[in-house]
């Protein structure tokens, strides 16, 4: 890992949160949707839950997840504005 | 006091708002005038963002959208908001590293082509004027339902309104008005919705409230009784009813969130924020000021449509007599967004999935949302303020796409390419005078809608999906893709989209000239001609891929520019954070 670049680390980290992205949207929202419906959240069906709420929720998460850590990649390469 | 009183004083409370804001951030600069001097927030990005985003059809179309299709509305859930992440990842801060004010700008750098330029500016005004047509009938509209004065004059006050503010301050003036549409309308959308959920299951977040119970003290779960209301007359389930069908909604999904990570309106927010840092994290706080309305959408469209069926059928075989119909429902049947036919002459109301047994005719999607408040009995006030919500979603959409049009304008077709000699002083002149110009024009299509008015919000994304974002992540993400590659796939990406468009809807949409007819039997793998923005972006790739192997790559100057703006600090120091004068 400690020779990969700065470049580098920021595609692993974009490939890992768009898997996510695809998962909980494509996956459980659409392609997973009536397996994902049989359990219950509440009053939702799971799978239209992530249809309609939780793939939303999720994206928000991943979006400030990738700003902070590349401000720790932008320190540990020094990089500076 | 009256609604109609209530309802004037609260919009143009907030016309004066807006005003007040234009004064106060007036634009002296090109940097000003197209980027706001490079110095806004990321939390005041992020709101700006969520207002510019969020048109007339998130605000009044959505919910009704979603009311009426279920869980197929889903598609528009994700496809609009998931899109941001892409956003975010992949073009926002290498956008703004590189440091200039445009789209086209940025495309005729990195494929060092001013054909290039040319491309990316006629897809982008092709994509925002397209979508501006919406927003102008959106004003018109809400101002002759709400303040009964006549379409046009509407629609004069509304361009009026948005010509003060974007002329005086450009992004600037813009961007701070934006802030507080963005307040008005999230206020007017969650308000009504509080009160609703807080109605009908006793809990006031409406995103808890759709997961709750009733609260009529049966224990049934809100979402069960809309299915089982639903079924009882024929319609599909709410909670599993697809739209077409499993690819399609794929397709679409894909389609939305490629298309909204292409528009350049949007891109070009974040040309206005002083440090790739801020760009990251304004995508991030314009994702949750935008989720704050998609999340309550789905509540609102659900709990529409119950109200509306338990309205018409309080309980299973016992309709309403259309004598005893509610004052909202006389309301709206005056502008004939609502009609009733009595087909079997007994004076009650069915509302039937069966076209033969239904007599609820036509019932327009859009009034669920502005009706919302009325059906569920509220006070005037927050009608009042629906009204205001609506209109601010409208302008604040309207401006972003008029900045976009008119800095494509004079700043990439002219200061670029035709006048380079232009002085800043009188390219914002030129900005200025081509905003005047966009507005009229824009309020001219207003009035005069051509026949494709219906279908254009389409294509925009369709557009801006199948030519804008794959030469924005081509150039991104692959230091050797060259100019050429990237034309060819920009003119395949838009002239399969368009073709596959016009021979489903008729060429320009016009009636009749549909050579494959709208018919989902000729639909390319059941893809609706909405969702095709995903295939375009395909064939732009494989093309861009093809014609960069038989050319040959980028030269290396283009190939050390992509290095430097895919790092934050790297090469060159330390960076101005728009540099006032471009070039």
Request: aromatic share 12%; glycine share 10%.
């Amino acid at each position: 890992m400690q020779n990969l670049t700065y470049w580098q680390k920021n595609l692993r980290l974009i490939f890992r949160c768009l898997a996510i992205w695809f998962v909980v949207s494509y996956g459980f929202g659409l392609l997973l949707v009536e397996p994902l419906n049989s359990i219950r959240l509440g009053g939702y069906k799971l799978g239209f839950w992530f249809a309609q709420q939780g793939s939303i929720y999720v994206f928000c998460v991943l979006v400030f997840y990738y700003a902070w850590a590349m401000n720790k990649l932008d320190q540990e390469f020094d990089v500076k504005e | 006091m009256d609604l109609k009183t209530l309802t004037y004083i609260i919009v143009f409370g907030t016309f004066g708002l807006y005003f007040a804001i234009a004064w106060w951030a007036r634009a002296a600069s090109t940097s000003d005038f197209y980027a706001a001097g490079g110095g806004v927030g990321p939390i005041a990005n992020g709101m700006a963002i969520g207002a510019d985003w969020m048109s007339a059809a998130s605000f009044i179309s959505m919910a009704g959208l979603i009311a009426f299709l279920g869980y197929g509305g889903s598609v528009f859930l994700m496809g609009w908001t998931g899109g941001y992440v892409l956003l975010a990842m992949c073009l926002a801060p290498y956008l703004r590293k590189h440091g200039k004010f445009t789209v086209p700008e940025f495309i005729g750098d990195r494929y060092y082509s001013d054909t290039a330029r040319i491309v990316a500016v006629v897809c982008l005004i092709i994509a925002s004027v397209t979508y501006v047509i919406g927003q102008m009938k959106g004003v018109g509209v809400a101002f002759s339902r709400f303040l009964e004065v006549e379409y046009g004059i509407g629609l004069a006050i509304g361009m009026g309104v948005v010509w003060v503010y974007a002329v005086l301050g450009g992004m600037k003036g813009i961007t701070y008005t934006q802030i507080a549409q963005y307040c008005v309308m999230i206020f007017a959308y969650t308000v009504p919705a509080v009160f609703i959920s807080l109605h009908l299951t006793g809990n006031p977040l409406p995103q808890l409230g759709l997961g709750s119970t009733l609260a009529d003290g049966s224990g049934v779960y809100l979402l069960d009784k809309l299915d089982q209301v639903v079924t009882d007359l024929g319609f599909k389930e709410y909670t599993t009813a697809v739209l077409g069908n499993d690819i399609n909604m794929f397709a679409y999904t894909l389609s939305l969130m490629v298309g909204t990570a292409g528009l350049p309106h949007v891109i070009m927010r974040f040309f206005t924020v002083p440090s790739v840092k801020a760009a990251r994290a304004s995508a991030g706080y314009a994702l949750v000021f935008i989720a704050a309305l998609y999340t309550v959408a789905p509540a609102v469209g659900a709990m529409a449509r119950l109200n509306l069926m338990t309205t018409i059928e309080p309980a299973p075989g016992e309709n309403l007599a259309y004598e005893q119909r509610p004052q909202w429902f006389k309301d709206w049947e005056k502008t004939g967004l609502l009609v009733f036919e009595d087909k079997n002459n007994d004076g009650k109301i069915q509302y039937v999935a069966d076209p033969d047994a239904n007599e609820m005719v036509k019932v327009d999607r859009d009034i669920m949302v502005l009706a919302n408040p009325a059906i569920a009995n509220l006070p005037n006030w927050v009608i009042a303020l629906v009204a205001a919500g609506g209109l601010a979603a409208a302008l604040s959409t309207a401006a972003g796409l008029l900045l976009a049009i008119s800095s494509a304008i004079s700043h990439d077709l002219m200061k670029g390419v035709l006048t380079p000699d232009l002085s800043e002083k009188n390219e914002l002149l030129a900005g200025r005078i081509v905003m005047t110009i966009s507005i009229l024009f824009a309020g001219y299509l207003g009035l005069n809608p051509p026949g494709f008015a219906a279908g254009t919000v389409a294509l925009a994304f369709g557009l801006a999906a199948s030519s804008i974002f794959p030469a924005l992540m081509m150039g991104i993400f692959s230091r050797k893709i060259s100019g050429k590659a990237a034309v060819w796939g920009m003119c395949a990406g838009i002239g399969v989209t368009m073709l596959y468009v016009f021979q489903h809807k008729g060429v320009m949409f016009i009636p009749g000239t549909s050579f494959l007819g709208d018919m989902e039997a000729n639909w390319f793998f059941g893809i609706s001609p909405n969702a095709f923005g995903i295939v375009g972006a395909i064939v732009n790739f494989a093309t861009a891929f093809i014609v960069g192997r038989i050319t040959g790559p980028a030269p290396a100057e283009i190939q050390a520019m992509v290095d430097n703006f895919r790092e934050p600090g790297a090469a060159g120091g330390t960076q101005e954070p728009i540099p006032a004068h471009a070039h």
